[in-house]
Every structure is written in C-alpha cells, then in structure tokens.
C-alpha cells in the first residue's frame, strides 16, 4: 500500500502542521495538541466547536474558521482527542457567551468529549453539547439501527454555527441542534475498506468487484456485501431506504449531500449525484440545497455517503447558504 508519508507515528501531527502553515491567515494551533481554532473568534456569540479522530478530512480542521467552527479538536487516526485536550478547545474558544460541542455518536468520542466538558464546567465554561446519529444503517445481525454520527455531522456545523453568528444563545444552539439531528439520515457505501491505524491495515475485506452497504466512517463494515452494480441501481437502494425515514408530504424540502469518502473521483461522485437526481425528481421529492465533494471522509477509503436533511424551518436553509470562510465547505 503506497502512502506519501514520513514515520506513521508522526503523520497526523504532520499534517496539522501542514494545515496551518497553508491557512495560517486564518487559523492556529495549540501547540503539542489536536486543537485547531480560528485566530478571530467571533466576539459576543456562542462558539461552536468539533472534532473526533483524525482520517476524515477536511472534517474536522477543514469547517473551522468564519461562519462555522471556533475550533476543531484532533486525535489520532480515527481515535477521539484525550479530555485535557478537548478542554483546551473549549477554554480557547470560549469568548464569554458558553461553547456548543458537537459530539459525533461513537462510544469513545462521547466519553472523551463529555469528560472535557466536566474540566471546562469545573473551570467555571459553560458549555453544552448536541450528539449526532445521522447513520440509518443496521446492525447485520439485530437488524437495530446504528446511529453513528456521520457525514450529517457537517450540516450540524453548518447550521448550528450560523445560527450562534446570528445571535442565538447557547440553549436555543443546543435545542436547534436536536431539531436537526432527528431531520438527518445518512447512508453509505464503500468499494474498498478504509485504513484503520498508522500501519496502514485495512478493517475488512473487499474482493475486486464487491462492494458494502451501510460502512461506516471507521472502518466499520456495512449490513450486506453484494457483487459491485451501476451507479443507478446504488442509487437506488440508497434513496429508497433514506427516503422511509421520514413522512413525505407535499412541499417538503431537503437538503442533500453526496460525500466522498476519500477514495472515489469526483466524476463518479457526480455520476452517481445524477442518478440520485432523477429518482428524487421521479419521487417528487423537492431539494433545495446540494453539497457534492469529500467532507467527512474515511481516509482513502473508495465509496461515498448520501445524507437527507429535512428542512424542518425556513431559517434553515437560509443558515445552509450563509458564506463562510473554511477551506473544506
């Protein structure tokens, strides 16, 4: 497996370093850390702050800067940051108006955070927090929805950010973010398996014309493999199974976002956005916001996600469109 890198011990603090210098305009680090936050925090607003193992790029660095992420905190490879580093991420972004984080719903994540906001909350932070669980796929066996925080993390951010730019409070943040959460679903697909640690082993197996449905962004393997099939019919089992998560009704609006995860050409991305257009238009399903690109990737993993939001309120859509200034939206 070829890789351009330097010692596998080193490649994520690496590439933070990499990170800042090119975008060192607008963003820092906290040195000896994961934590990566903007130079200009905006004053008088609820900072909102991510982050998670690394290996998902740009997610977590890649949202951070004007109009969405105070800051994003870094672990190693698909490993959650430690607690005293997720405290130093709150403690610098905090601006004196409380610091929303947005936890993606893994185990180890949710423990990590959480336990980095007790250090804040006993510094005298006041910071809340939203789960994320946009992942629709099942259990292969229990057939139970996974619920894992996936590439819908990014709408969260989106959103979220633009609404304590706008001036809402650290409850109405954590509120809203429930409200978008529960209108999020995410289902993927993978071609091949992501690497999971700095040795560059692989999580499962794929043969050379197979492919997973439901993987998650891991390494996870998905709910069933299948002999590989055209970009229409993936199409097809993905939007069918999205679409009976919610109560379809006249007039409702979506967003929608195809998401590489890491691996597959941005042609096919769009082949396969395509084919998801002419179902969504045979549906009379009406989407009103579009994303096509990698977001929360799965390091060189070759598949592709694709995340339903409901547009649930009109300022939604209008937070989705609000410009920003990160290198990864």
């Known amino acids: 497996m070829k890789k351009i890198v330097n010692r596998p011990e080193k490649m994520v603090t690496q590439m933070l370093n990499g990170i800042v210098y090119a975008h060192d305009e607008k963003l820092e680090r906290i040195k000896g850390t994961g934590v990566i936050y903007r130079k200009?925090?905006?004053?008088?607003k609820v900072a909102v702050v991510s982050g998670g193992g690394s290996g998902h790029e740009p997610a977590h660095t890649g949202f951070v800067g004007k109009g969405m992420l105070a800051a994003a905190i870094c672990g190693p490879i698909f490993v959650p940051p430690t607690p005293?580093?997720?405290?130093?991420?709150?403690?610098?972004?905090?601006?004196?108006?409380?610091?929303?984080l947005v936890i993606k719903n893994f185990e180890k994540d949710v423990e990590s955070f959480l336990e980095g906001r007790r250090l804040a909350l006993d510094k005298g932070h006041q910071v809340a927090y939203v789960?994320?669980?946009?992942?629709?796929?099942?259990?292969?066996?229990?057939?139970?929805?996974?619920?894992?925080?996936?590439?819908?993390t990014v709408f969260v951010h989106k959103i979220l950010a633009a609404a304590a730019?706008?001036?809402?409070?650290?409850?109405?943040l954590a509120e809203l973010g429930k409200k978008v959460v529960r209108a999020s679903n995410t289902l993927g697909l993978a071609l091949s398996p992501a690497v999971v640690s700095e040795e560059h082993q692989a999580q499962f197996h794929l043969a050379e014309d197979e492919l997973s449905f439901g993987?998650?962004?891991?390494?996870?393997?998905?709910?069933r493999i299948e002999k590989l099939h055209?970009?229409?019919?993936?199409?097809?089992?993905?939007v069918n199974k999205l679409k009976n998560h919610y109560q379809l009704a006249k007039g409702d609006q979506f967003a929608l976002m195809v998401n590489g995860l890491g691996?597959?050409?941005?042609?096919?991305?769009?082949?396969?956005?395509?084919?998801?257009?002419?179902?969504?238009?045979?549906?009379?399903i009406k989407?009103?916001?579009?994303?096509?690109?990698?977001?929360?990737?799965?390091y060189d993993m070759k598949g592709l996600s694709l995340t339903f939001l409901k547009i649930e309120e009109e300022h939604w859509l209008d937070w989705l469109n609000e410009p920003v200034e990160v290198y990864g939206w």
């Open 165 to 172: 730019e706008n001036g809402s409070t650290l409850d109405e």
């Open 215 to 223: 993987v998650g962004i891991h390494g996870e393997p998905g709910y």
């Open 287 to 298: 989407v009103v916001f579009k994303k096509v690109g990698n977001y929360m990737t799965s």
């Open 131 to 152: 789960i994320v669980n946009d992942d629709c796929s099942l259990e292969e066996n229990s057939f139970q929805k996974r619920r894992r925080g996936v590439a819908g």
């Open 230 to 238: 055209s970009s229409e019919r993936l199409a097809i089992e993905l």
């Open 84 to 100: 005293e580093e997720v405290f130093q991420g709150i403690a610098i972004s905090d601006q004196g108006f409380g610091v929303l």
């Open 263 to 284: 691996g597959t050409p941005l042609m096919e991305l769009y082949i396969f956005t395509n084919d998801v257009r002419r179902l969504l238009e045979l549906e009379g």
């Open 40 to 44: 200009a925090i905006s004053k008088g």
